[in-house]
Nanobody, 126 residues
Framework: QVQLAESGGGLVQAGGSLRLSCATSGLPFSSTSMAWFRQGPGSEREFVAGISWSGRTTHYGDFAAGRFAISKDYTNHTVYLQMVSLKPEDTAVYYC???????????????????WGQGTQVTVSA
């Protein structure tokens, strides 16, 4: 059974940092492309960052480039999202996702990912 469990969310002041973790089990981690999405109140789920199965390629949403960094830990089967210079508009529930069939043209589409975590809340105060 595939499981993805996010952690690391919380309340932080604007300009602060957080590191989100996504612990995985039951999936072929070395072959799985992973991503982070987020969904704010009244908003659609949007792509934050993605990393290829090999870890060699990363992608970021426009708002995330330069502030967020995604990484894969192949030893612990965990994906991280390091976030710095956080803004109030970054407030959202952050979801971890994974799939075996992600390509360079599909990495930002939530519908392409089969495996999802329950999400972790990130709140950035002004």
């Amino acid at each position: 059974q595939v499981q993805l469990a996010e952690s690391g969310g919380g309340l932080v002041q604007a300009g602060g940092s957080l590191r989100l973790s996504c612990a995985t089990s039951g999936l072929p981690f070395s072959s799985t492309s992973m991503a982070w999405f987020r969904q704010g109140p009244g908003s659609e789920r949007e792509f934050v960052a993605g990393i290829s199965w090999s870890g060699r390629t990363t992608h970021y949403g426009d708002f995330a480039a330069g502030r967020f960094a995604i990484s894969k830990d192949y030893t612990n089967h965990t994906v991280y999202l390091q976030m710095v210079s956080l803004k109030p508009e970054d407030t959202a529930v952050y979801y971890c996702a994974g799939d075996l069939g992600i390509s360079s043209s599909t990495y930002s589409r939530a519908s392409e990912y089969d495996w999802w975590g329950q999400g972790t809340q990130v709140t950035v105060s002004a």
